[in-house]
C-alpha cells in the first residue's frame, strides 16, 4: 500500500513537471517586461526618456509582462491539463483536452451556483475569484490538479471503451471527453459545497505556517530540502507557492493567494513598493545556498579528491557546481553526495533550512520561477532595486554560507573519509561507459552470438537492460534530473549497469524506480523510449537472459581458501554427533556446530546476508570468496516459528566478521524442549577440496574454527 | 523438458532439511532440476542456498522443470520425491 501510495504520487509529481516548465520562460517574459515598466525602476535608472508609456519599447516590454502574467494567471488551467497528460497511460492528447473541457465544466458549474445562491456577495470574503472569464470559486493550481488527477482516473478507465454498434462513433476515446463533461459537472456542484470547508482548513494551515514566525520558515526550507531525494518536494512546496496555505494578499484590488502568486502579481503591478516577506520567505532561502553554499561544498569535495583523480572529479564538480549556480537546479550536485554520505546531505538541509529563515529574517523579498539560481535573482532581485527586495543580503549571507560550506563539508569528508567523487578506493572508480565495457558486462563475446555488440545505441541498451529488459517496464518518464519508471518486477533492476550507463543514483521504492541523471535527462530518455520503439529492444530481453547465469558461474572457477571464525561462543561439536540425520550426514554440506553458551549468533567472516528464513532461526551467508554459509540454530527449532529469535540483519546487507546476527532465548527454546546445538554448513561443499573443522573443545566466538580449501 | 507442478504440503516449506535433501536427490540426476516460483523466481534445485532464497512455503506451488539426461524417468523420480518429502 504504501508503495503504491509513493507510485502514484511519483507520478503526480512529475506530471507538474510540464506546465513547471513553462515557468522560467513565462517568469523572465514577466520579470524583464515588469522590471522596464516600473516607473520607479526607469527614474532609478534615469530611463525614463527611453521608455515611456505610449513609446514603442514600453508597449513591447508591457506585451512581455502582461503574457508573462497570463501564464501565471492560468496556471490552474495548465495544471488541469498537464497532470492529465502526466498521467494518462496512453492517447495522451485527448487527456489533455479533455483536462481542458473538465476545468471549464466545473468552474462553469461552480459559477452557476454561485448564482443561483445570491451571487458573490452572499459569499464569504475572498473566496471567489474570476478564472476565465468565469466566476468562480477561488481554487487556486490545486482545482487544476483535482480536475487533472480526476481526468486522467477516468480517461485510463474509459479510453478503450466499446459502445454499442449504433454509437460506436462516440466509443473509445472519443468518450473520454464526454465522460469527463459528465463527471465534472457533478464535481462542480458538489465542490461548491465541500470547497469553503477546504478553504477554511487550508487557511487554518497557512495561518499556523505564517504565525510560526521564523522557526516555521526554518522548518518549511528544511523539509523541503529533505523530500528531494524522495521526489516529492514538488507535492510539498506548490501548495505553499501557489495556494492560501502560502499566504493570501490583495493586490491593486485583486485577491491573490499563494506565495508565488503574490510575488508575481506584485511583479506586475507598477504600485509595489517591498515585496512582501511573508510570500518570499517560501523562495528566497534557495539563493544563498544554491548559488553560493553548493559550489563550497563543490570546491571541498574538488581539494579533497585523490591527486591523480583531481581533474576527472573535477569536470563533474564544476559543471554540476554551475549548473547549481546558474539556473538553481541543485539535484546533480546533491546526488554527488546525497548516496555516498547520507549524513552530509543532513547537514546540507539543516543548512538550507536556515538559509530560508535567514532570508525572511533579514527582510529579503526576492522570488523566483522555479529555482534560485543566478538568472533568477538577476531578474526578480537585482533588477528589481535593492529598496524593494534587499537583494544584498543574498551575496552577503551567501558567502559566509560559502564558507560555512567549504569548511562542513571538508571537515566530513575527511575525518569521516567519506567517499565522495575522486576519493573511491581504487577499482571502483566511475567510469564512462564504453562499448568494451558494456560487452563485457552484457558478457556477450565476439562472437556475436547476440546483437548487443551492433546495438545502434548503447546506452539505452544498457539503461533499457539495467531496469530489466522492455518487457519489465510498464511506464517511462521523467523530471529535471530523474528519469522515473514503474518497473513489474523491481528484483530485475540492476542498480550497478544502470549507474554505469551514467547515472549517480538510483532510489527504489516498490515498483517506482528513479534514476538520477542530471539535466540531460530529457535527452537519455527521448532516446531510451525511441530505442524501446526499435526491434533491437526486443531481443536485448534475451542477452539478458543469457548472460544472467554467467556471473553465477565466474565464482566457481576462481574459489579460494577460506578460514571462518567460530559464529558463537561454546564448545565445538563435530557434524557426526548433531542428533539429527539431515545434519549429521552431511545432506546440507560439511561443516562444524557449536553448542552455545550464549545466545548470540555472529558473522564468521565478512560476508552478504543471502537469505534469512522468516522464523530467524536460520541464516544464509555468502562470503566474497564465495563459500555458502548456513548457520541454523538449534534442531528442529523452524517449528518455534520465530518466537525467542531476533535477527539483527536483513537479507542483501554486508556484514563484517564478529558482526551479531541473531540473537536468541537460551533457556525459553531449551523449556520449548529443543536443543541449541547450531551447525555452521558450507553449502558447496563439493566446490571445494575440503572442509575442516581446526578447533574442538570450548571456543570463544570470532576464534578461527572451520578451514575450507579450494 | 519435462515439467510438471507440486503444491507443498511440508508444513514448513522448502526449509533447510527438506532443501539439503532435495539438492542431494537433485545431484545424483544426469538432468538440470530448475524450481520456479509462481512470481517467477527460479532456482536450480542442486544449489541449496539459492532454493532457501526462494522461501519457499507450505501451500505455496512450484514449477518443477527437468531438462537434458534422461527427462521422462528423472522427472518421475522428482515427482514421486516431491510427493513423499515435500
Given at each position: 500500500?504504501k508503495?503504491k501510495?509513493f507510485?502514484?504520487?511519483q ?7 510540464l506546465p513547471i ?17 516600473n ?6 535608472y ?9 513609446g ?11 503574457c508573462?502574467?497570463a501564464?501565471f494567471n492560468?496556471?490552474?488551467?495548465l495544471?488541469?491539463?498537464?497532470v492529465a497528460i ?8 485527448v487527456?489533455a483536452?479533455?483536462?481542458?473541457i ?11 451556483m454561485?448564482?443561483?445562491?445570491g ?9 471567489t ?6 466566476t ?6 490545486f482545482?487544476g490538479?483535482?480536475?487533472g ?18 454509437l ?13 463533461t459528465t463527471?465534472?459537472?457533478v ?12 478553504q ?30 524522495f521526489?516529492l ?13 502560502g ?6 484590488g ?12 506584485e511583479?506586475?503591478?507598477k504600485?509595489?513598493?517591498v515585496?512582501?516577506v511573508?510570500?518570499t520567505r517560501f523562495?528566497a ?8 553554499g ?6 571541498a569535495?574538488y581539494?579533497?579528491a585523490?591527486p591523480?583523480k ?18 538553481g537546479?541543485t539535484?546533480?550536485?546533491e546526488f554527488?553526495f546525497?548516496?555516498?554520505?547520507p ?5 546540507h ?7 530560508y529563515?535567514?532570508?525572511?529574517i ?10 534560485g539560481?543566478?538568472?533568477?535573482l538577476?531578474?526578480f ?6 529598496a524593494?527586495?534587499?537583494w544584498?543580503w543574498i551575496p ?6 560559502f564558507v ?5 563539508f571538508?571537515?566530513?569528508?575527511t575525518?569521516?573519509?567519506?567517499k565522495?567523487?575522486g ?10 561507459f564504453?562499448?568494451s565495457?558494456?560487452?563485457?558486462k552484457?558478457?556477450?563475446g565476439?562472437?556475436?552470438?547476440a546483437?548487443?555488440?551492433s546495438v545502434?545505441?548503447?546506452?539505452s ?5 539495467g531496469?530489466?529488459g ?5 511506464d ?14 523491481a528484483?530485475?533492476?540492476v ?11 538510483v532510489?527504489?521504492k ?13 535527452v537519455?530518455k527521448?532516446?531510451l ?6 526491434p533491437?529492444?526486443d531481443?536485448?530481453?534475451?542477452v ?6 554467467a556471473p553465477?558461474?565466474?565464482p566457481?572457477?576462481?574459489?579460494q581458501?577460506a578460514v ?15 542428533q ?6 552431511c545432506?546440507?554440506g560439511?561443516?562444524v556446530?557449536?553448542e ?11 560476508a ?10 536460520a ?6 570468496e564465495g ?5 541454523h ?11 525467542h529469535f531476533?535477527?539483527?540483519v ?20 531449551k ?6 546445538t547450531?551447525?555452521?554448513i ?8 575440503s ?17 575450507v580449501?579450494? | ?6 503444491t ?7 526449509h533447510?532439511r ?26 536450480a ?6 532454493m ?16 537434458g ?13 516431491f510427493?513423499?518429502?515435500?
Open positions: 500500500m508503495d501510495i507510485g502514484v504520487l507520478r503526480v509529481g512529475r506530471s507538474f513537471m516548465a513553462l515557468l522560467p520562460v513565462a517568469g523572465l517574459l514577466l520579470g524583464v517586461g515588469s522590471s522596464f515598466t516607473q520607479t525602476m526607469l527614474e532609478a534615469g530611463l525614463t526618456g527611453v521608455i515611456y508609456e505610449g514603442v519599447l514600453y508597449t513591447v516590454l508591457d506585451i512581455m509582462n502582461q508573462g502574467s501564464v492560468n496556471l490552474a488551467l495544471f488541469a491539463m498537464g502526466g498521467m494518462a497511460k496512453k492517447e495522451k492528447e487527456a483536452l479533455s483536462g481542458a473538465a476545468y471549464l465544466v466545473m468552474n462553469t458549474a461552480i459559477s452557476a454561485i448564482t443561483a445562491r451571487g458573490v456577495e452572499a459569499m464569504a470574503a475572498n473566496t475569484t474570476s478564472t476565465l472569464g468565469i468562480t470559486l477561488q481554487m487556486g493550481v482545482g490538479i483535482i480536475v488527477l480526476g481526468v486522467a482516473a477516468l480517461h485510463n478507465r474509459f479510453y478503450k471503451t466499446q459502445l454499442p454498434q449504433v460506436s462513433f462516440f466509443g473509445g476515446t472519443r468518450f473520454v471527453p464526454i465522460v469527463c463527471v465534472f459537472l464535481v462542480g456542484i458538489a465542490m461548491f459545497f465541500i470547497w469553503p470547508v477546504v477554511t482548513g487550508i487557511a487554518a494551515l497557512g495561518n499556523l505556517v505564517l504565525r510560526s514566525g521564523y522557526a516555521g520558515t526554518w522548518i518549511y526550507g528544511l523539509l523541503e530540502r529533505a523530500l528531494i531525494p521526489g518536494h514538488h507535492v510539498f512546496y506548490m501548495p505553499f507557492w501557489q495556494t492560501a496555505m499566504g493570501t494578499a490583495v493586490i491593486d485583486v485577491t491573490i493567494q499563494g506565495a508565488q502568486n503574490i510575488f508575481f502579481a511583479l506586475a503591478s504600485s509595489t513598493q515585496f512582501s511573508e510570500a523562495m532561502g534557495k539563493f544563498p545556498f544554491m548559488i553560493f553548493l559550489p563550497g561544498a563543490a570546491l569535495m581539494k579533497t585523490k591523480e583531481r581533474k576527472a572529479a573535477g569536470g563533474l564538480l564544476i559543471s554540476a557546481a554551475l549548473t547549481a549556480m546558474l539556473t537546479i539535484e546533480p550536485l554527488t546525497l548516496f555516498v554520505a549524513l552530509m546531505y543532513a547537514v538541509c539543516v543548512y538550507a533550512g536556515l538559509a529563515m535567514l532570508m525572511h533579514f527582510n529579503v523579498g526576492v522570488g523566483m520561477t522555479f529555482s539560481g543566478i538568472i533568477d538577476t531578474l532581485g537585482i533588477l528589481q532595486g535593492n524593494k527586495t534587499h544584498i552577503i549571507v551567501g558567502l559566509v554560507y560555512v560550506y567549504y569548511f562542513t571538508y571537515l566530513m569528508i575525518k569521516m573519509n567519506l565522495t567523487p576519493r573511491e578506493d581504487e577499482g571502483e572508480e566511475t567510469k564512462l564504453t562499448r565495457d558494456f560487452k563485457a552484457t558478457g556477450v565476439p562472437d556475436g552470438s546483437p548487443a555488440g545502434s545505441d548503447p546506452v541498451a544498457m539503461i533499457l537492460q531496469l530489466g522492455k518487457a519489465n517496464l510498464s517511462v518518464d521523467c523530471c529535471a534530473t530523474r528519469l522515473r519508471v514503474t518497473v513489474i518486477d528484483d530485475k533492476v542498480d550497478a549497469l544502470l549507474k554505469q550507463s551514467g547515472a549517480s543514483g532510489i527504489h516498490g515498483n517506482g524506480v528513479q534514476v538520477v541523471y542530471g539535466p540531460q535527462v530529457a537519455i527521448s532516446n523510449v525511441d530505442f524501446m520503439d526499435s533491437e529492444s531481443n536485448l530481453g534475451s539478458t537472459a543469457a548472460a544472467a547465469p553465477a558461474k565466474a566457481a572457477e576462481a574459489r581458501d571462518m571464525s567460530a559464529h558463537m561462543s561454546g564448545t565445538v561439536v563435530p557434524m557426526d554427533q548433531v539429527d540425520e539431515a545434519f549429521s550426514t545432506v546440507l560439511e561443516g556446530a557449536i552455545p553458551s550464549e545466545g548470540k549468533l555472529f558473522a564468521p567472516a565478512d552478504e546476508v543471502d537469505n534469512l528464513f522468516d522464523t530467524h532461526h541464516i544464509g551467508l555468502v562470503t566474497p563459500v555458502e554459509l548456513l548457520l540454530i538449534g534442531i528442529n527449532t523452524v517449528e518455534l516459528k520465530g518466537q531476533t535477527a539483527h536483513e537479507v542483501g546487507e554486508k556484514v563484517k566478521k564478529g558482526d551479531l546476527l541473531i540473537s536468541f532465548d537460551m533457556e525459553a527454546i523449556a520449548a524442549g529443543y536443543l541449541l547450531t551447525p555452521m558450507v553449502c558447496n561443499t563439493d566446490d571445494y577440496q572442509v575442516t573443522p581446526k578447533a574442538e573443545g570450548a571456543i570463544k566466538a570470532g576464534t578461527p574454527l572451520l578451514e580449501k579450494a | 523438458m519435462k515439467q510438471f507442478t507440486y507443498i504440503t511440508d508444513p514448513v516449506g522448502i533447510a527438506p532443501a539439503g535433501i532435495l539438492a542431494k536427490q537433485a545431484k545424483g540426476l544426469d538432468s538440470t532440476v530448475t524450481i520456479a516460483k509462481a512470481d517467477g523466481r527460479s532456482a534445485a542442486t544449489k541449496l542456498m539459492a532457501m532464497g526462494l522461501g519457499i512455503k507450505c501451500g505455496e506451488t512450484v514449477t518443477v522443470t527437468v531438462e539426461g534422461n527427462e521422462e524417468a528423472n522427472a518421475a523420480a522428482m515427482e514421486q520425491f510427493k513423499e518429502n515435500l
